[in-house]
């Protein structure tokens, strides 16, 4: 992706996006002129982004499937999740699996299915990347989190700015948003709601001119 909030923000008003207001939800569905398809929920009343998920055109052509970034797996519907089941991409109940949430003012990551003590746990932000690292003390646990918003924005994760807790088989992994991200959420959010000024619930609104 861009590697400014600048080379991003432009790469977002030269989509063509479609926004539709719907029972408190304001969902989006921007077309980049690369191809690729980016779809965004908002909670209308909080301003928080519930779900974003990313697709891109086959090589061979036609759709592929869409790739959760923000949101919990029941966001998918029943034919999306045939489809990973066929191809054997629905893993077993018990093991680890990552969801993220965003907040107004954080990111948060949920791992679940992680059975080992809670003093075991670490997250470090890795240096000179958009990456946070968790590992057990134990060596039975490891993952590469890449904070996508920091990297399109060509920010580096501060380690100052994770924090975490676990209970219930669960480790909650939280980043404070700088700057750069709340600047930017805000101004995104705001064309949104331009582009849906004056439609009615359940109407959609498109803006196909590229700025």
């Not at 921007?30 to 998920?53: H, I, S």
């Not at 918003?149 to 939280?174: H, K, P, W």
């Amino acid at each position: 992706m861009s590697s400014s909030s600048g080379s991003w923000l432009s790469a977002v008003k030269q989509a063509r996006k479609t926004a539709l207001m719907q029972d408190g939800r304001i969902k989006v569905h921007f077309v980049f002129p690369d191809g690729r398809e980016m779809a965004e929920e908002y909670n209308d009343a909080t301003q928080e982004l519930l779900v974003r998920k990313w697709r891109a055109k086959r090589v061979l052509g036609g759709e592929g499937h869409w790739e959760i970034e923000v949101g919990e797996e029941s966001t998918l519907t029943a034919a999306q999740r045939a489809t990973a089941s066929s191809e054997h991409l629905v893993e077993s109940s018990s093991t680890p699996f990552v969801t993220r949430r965003d907040h107004i003012k954080s990111f948060e990551w949920r791992i679940r299915n992680l059975p080992y003590p809670a003093d075991v746990y670490s997250v470090t932000a890795e240096p000179e990347k958009s990456v946070l690292v968790v590992r057990t003390s134990n060596k039975k646990y490891f993952k590469r989190i890449t904070v996508a918003d920091l990297e399109r924005l060509g920010c580096q994760a501060e380690q100052g700015s994770v924090s975490f807790v676990y209970a219930n088989n669960t480790l909650i992994i939280t980043y404070r948003k700088p700057r750069a991200v709340l600047d930017l959420q805000r101004t995104v959010f705001l064309q949104v709601k331009e582009l849906l000024k004056g439609s009615k619930d359940g109407d959609a609104a498109t803006n196909c001119t590229q700025s």
